[in-house]
């Protein structure tokens, strides 16, 4: 578990001796030390995580919130739910439902950060993946790279039986997409309460693996 106290601190210097100053300009590693996914939940814009992440205080708010996580229900608070030096995953109750931010941080061969962020929503019929996007940030701006790095969530992928026209930029219904523990691939899958994923797909199952600085669709 992050220790919040040590999170708190390290936020409290990046405002305090950070402020103003350009993000591109932090290449010094004796003063700058290697970033985690925490300090990333800081820096990202406020535009990137979405309602209930914008302001620091949000946050702050749901690290700290973890504890109590399950007395948020209906407020649209979130609360982490589970942390690594790499993935934060944080979850907010709904009026109906739940929803998920999952942050993620991979290495390209430059040694640079490549964040992901994947949201989804859960009810108690499905969980559904609603995006997966990577940033990276370039000359102090965040600027999307999924489509250069990401082969997308595609129907075709998991070899549907129907095979009606299926739409091509959008991911399919109540597909499930979560990072693999200790690994940091990526598996999306089939997810609908009382029914059999195998009705449905030949393989209601993926993983993206990261490799070369991309993602690639692991064939069985």
Not at 61 to 77: F, I, P, Q, V
Not at 161 to 171: A, N
Request: glycine share 4%; charged share 25%.
């Amino acid at each position: 578990m992050i220790n919040y106290i040590s999170i708190l601190i390290q936020f409290l210097i990046l405002l305090s001796s950070c402020s103003g100053d350009s993000f591109s300009k932090e290449t010094d590693k004796a003063k700058y030390p290697e970033k985690t996914v925490a300090d990333y939940f800081f820096r990202l814009p406020k535009d990137l995580l979405g309602p209930g992440l914008k302001t620091d205080e949000q946050r702050i708010a749901a690290l700290l919130n973890s504890k109590n996580r399950y007395d948020l229900k209906g407020t649209g608070k979130y609360a982490l739910i589970e942390s690594s030096t790499n993935s934060l995953r944080l979850r907010a109750g709904l009026l109906e439902g739940s929803s998920e931010i999952v942050l993620a941080s991979w290495k390209n061969t430059e040694h640079s950060d490549i964040i992901g962020i994947i949201r989804t929503y859960s009810d108690a019929d499905s969980s559904e993946t609603v995006s997966l996007q990577f940033y990276k940030n370039e000359s102090n701006v965040w600027n999307e790279i999924t489509d250069q790095i990401f082969p997308g969530i595609k129907a075709e992928y998991f070899e549907p039986y129907d095979l009606k026209p299926l739409p091509k930029d959008s991911i399919p219904d109540h597909i499930y997409c979560s990072l693999i523990p200790n690994d940091n691939d990526i598996a999306c899958r089939f997810s609908l309460v009382g029914e059999n994923p195998e009705d449905y797909y030949k393989k209601p199952s993926i993983v993206y693996h990261w490799k070369k600085d991309r993602f690639i669709l692991v064939k069985e």
